[in-house]
């Protein structure tokens, strides 16, 4: 199979500026992945499943990653003017001084798209797409017209990451129920509070355990309190 | 009015049967209670691998497995009870006539299991329904669903027909028809029957 930055440069000649990205995996399996640009995602999918000689006739998974909002701290050196005494002479000295800094890096959902060949025997290609945030903008072209068995996995995607896939033909939850507004794979998901019986608690569910109990005494404590009134 | 056990026996030794309408009804019932074929996880496996040559549950009068809750006596909840499938597994046993009883089948079924603290799993089917007998393991061997099956046949034995304890179809005041939880934005509501399942004490 070619590399994938041959398979970028077989990309990027067939669909003019498809702004395909290569995402380099630094692990032992060096299994590189391309990113591809959302508005270009179908045109490049179809020129990857059609080309003569890469033929990725075969969509083995989709599946989704979320990237939450981060804090990112770093330490940035700056150098900056600081009025001092020097032997009783006040001077103006430039101090470099190293200052932490946070900002918030803006979080998305991912898509990944595993592809082989049967035809050619090779794969597998891994395609990614990303969403501009988390929250309102999580639409992505569906890869389902080009191949079939993306169907059920995209709405798993849909229905677990909240990604909405654009020219799905039948876009609706598959695991969860209609009216399930939750997105459970995601990583703020909170379950319900449904912690009175944890005969074996640790770790995280001791503590929702204890939370939910303490929550159930002060609903009594408050209700005695209304009572006594 | 029981008969004395020693009269019983001794008489029984000279050719003389006696019994009461109480003994020969509980005998009638649990020696063919049919249950309802249906299975939802690995765990049927091992309830369909009992009922074959090797464990044979027919020996116990358990053999015909009916394809309608209709027809069937005994709900064997047999592996894990999502969110999504409890509903209809509440409205199975609402569809059963009495007398029906329920085997909670497997750590999936009794407490959510491995996924008990998944956001799909129902921690316990007895959380809407009342469960007569609870097999742990995962999933439990066919001798331990022969055992369960056993016990069922025991209590059943044992329920009176009149006064305090007998079975729910010759109680007039008893709940017949147990509500179906609701598919919610979050959660199944309500997340349990308060009726039938209230918080266990944890004894440590």
Same mark, same amino acid.
């Given at each position: 199979m070619k590399t994938v930055e041959e398979i970028k440069a077989a990309i990027e000649a067939a669909v003019p500026g498809a702004g395909v990205e290569v995402v380099h995996n630094p @692990?032992?399996? @060096?299994?590189h992945s391309l990113r591809l640009d959302p508005s270009h995602a179908v045109e490049v999918a179809k020129f990857l499943r059609s080309d !003569?000689?890469? !033929?990725?006739?075969?969509?083995?998974n989709v599946t989704g990653v979320d990237w939450p909002d981060r804090e990112v701290t770093e330490k940035v050196r700056v150098t900056r003017p600081v009025t001092r005494t020097v032997d009783g002479v006040e001077q103006t000295v430039e101090e470099t001084v190293e200052e932490t800094r946070k900002h918030v890096e803006r979080g998305c959902l991912e898509v990944v798209f595993h592809l082989f060949s049967?035809?050619?025997?090779h794969g597998p290609l891994v395609l990614r797409m990303r969403t501009?945030?988390?929250?309102?903008?999580?639409e992505l072209p569906s890869l389902t017209p080009v191949w079939r068995s993306a169907e059920f996995q995209e709405r798993e995607i849909f229905d677990l990451y909240g990604v909405v896939f654009k020219g799905h033909p039948d876009l609706r939850r598959i695991l969860m129920w209609e @009216?399930?507004?939750?997105?459970?794979?995601?990583?703020?998901y909170v379950e319900p509070d449904?912690?009175?019986?944890?005969?074996?608690a640790h770790d995280e569910v001791l503590a929702r355990a204890k939370a939910h109990q303490a929550a159930l005494q002060a609903a009594a404590v408050g209700h005695e309190g209304t009572g006594a009134d | 009015m029981a008969v004395d056990e020693q009269l019983k026996s001794e008489m029984a030794r000279q050719g003389i049967v006696v019994t009461s309408l109480q003994e020969l009804y509980n005998w009638g019932r649990r020696s063919s209670v049919w249950p309802m074929n249906f299975g939802l996880a690995c765990c049927a496996i091992e309830m369909i691998a009992t009922t074959?040559?090797?464990? =044979?549950?027919?020996?116990?009068?358990?053999?015909v497995f009916r394809p309608s809750p209709r027809q069937a006596?005994? #709900?064997?909840?047999?592996g894990t009870v999502t969110k999504k499938m409890a509903p209809q597994v509440v409205r199975l046993y609402n569809q059963m006539p009495e007398p029906r009883y329920v085997i909670a089948m497997g750590a999936c079924a009794i407490? *959510?299991?491995?996924?008990?603290? &998944?956001?799909?799993?129902?921690? &316990?089917?007895d959380r809407y329904i009342p469960v007569d007998v609870h097999i742990p393991g995962c999933p439990p061997r066919p001798e331990a669903l022969l055992q369960a099956f056993i016990e069922l046949q025991k209590k059943i034995d044992a329920q009176?027909?009149?006064?305090?304890?007998?079975p729910r179809f010759l109680d007039? =005041?008893?709940? *017949?028809e147990f509500p179906v939880p609701e598919p919610g934005?979050?959660? #199944?509501?309500?997340?349990?029957?308060k009726g039938v399942w209230t918080v266990p004490v944890v004894i440590k």
């Open positions: @692990g032992p399996s @060096g299994q !003569a000689e890469l !033929a990725f006739d075969f969509l083995s049967i035809e050619k025997k501009v945030n988390r929250t309102d903008q999580v @009216g399930f507004k939750d997105h459970p794979m995601r990583r703020d449904d912690f009175d019986y944890e005969p074996t | 074959m040559a090797r464990w =044979d549950m027919a020996r116990f009068g358990a053999e006596d005994l #709900l064997i909840v047999s407490s *959510g299991g491995p996924f008990k603290q &998944g956001y799909n799993v129902l921690k &316990g089917i009176p027909l009149t006064g305090e304890g007998r007039v =005041d008893a709940q *017949g934005e979050h959660d #199944l509501e309500p997340t349990s029957n």
